[in-house]
């Protein structure tokens, strides 16, 4: 087990990157205080995204996002218009509707694949998350590992991604948690609408 080391440091920075704030965090907790279900599959569909994206850098196409910078702009270019496009209806919704606990029982839920679309698109269109993997790969993992570590290194990255997206949405859709929400739902949903143009804008200036 001589890469046990780097795995397991791998694996804290993983978790890490996992906890800190982001266009992840405001998908998938938008959707779990409406329904857990959908919040689930949410983080379910960026598990995904972040899955090919750590299969990708594992074949160096990591480091060729980097490289070509038409490539990377186009990508940044997407994942900050979808963004846009996410906290603008949030914005629209939240000034449209009076919300009490009612409304969110009664709201029309986003079926399994809508919701897997919306966190998968929320995932592939950040390039960051390549060029991530590709630079922590590169540092972490010597050159010439055998193959079952590379292997090892992709289903960490999922394991640990798909248990904090699930954990997330869980305690987002905890009673006590949407009771105060329906409460609130109004500038809550102001407020992570804007959060998701302000990721959005900051994607798109951000070089």
């Known amino acids: 087990m001589d ?42 569909g960026i598990t995904c995204a972040v899955a090919i994206w750590a299969c990708l850098a594992v074949f160096g196409f990591g480091l060729l996002v980097q490289q070509f910078v038409w490539l990377y702009e186009s990508i940044r270019m997407a994942g900050a218009v979808y963004l846009v496009y996410l906290g603008v209806r949030m914005l629209i919704g939240a000034l449209r509707h009076q919300a009490d606990a009612q409304d969110i029982t009664e709201a029309p839920r ?14 592939i269109t950040n390039p960051k ?20 570590v590379y292997a090892a290194v992709v289903a960490v990255v999922v394991c640990i991604t798909a248990l904090w997206m699930c954990l997330l949405a869980s305690c987002f859709s905890i009673s006590a948690v949407r009771r105060a929400y329906a409460r609130i739902r109004r500038p809550i949903d102001a407020l992570m609408g804007a959060a998701l143009v302000g990721l959005g804008v900051r994607m798109a200036a951000s070089r």
């Open 3 to 44: 890469y046990l080391p780097q795995l397991l440091t791998l694996s804290g920075i993983i978790l890490l990157a996992c906890a800190s704030p982001g266009p992840d965090f405001v998908a998938i907790t938008s959707q779990a205080l409406s329904d857990r279900r959908s919040g689930v599959f949410t983080g379910l």
């Open 110 to 123: 986003m079926s399994i694949g809508q919701s897997w679309r919306r966190g998968f698109l929320v995932g």
């Open 129 to 148: 998350t390549a060029t991530f993997f590709a630079t922590l790969f590169v540092t972490l993992l010597p050159v010439g590992a055998p193959l079952w």
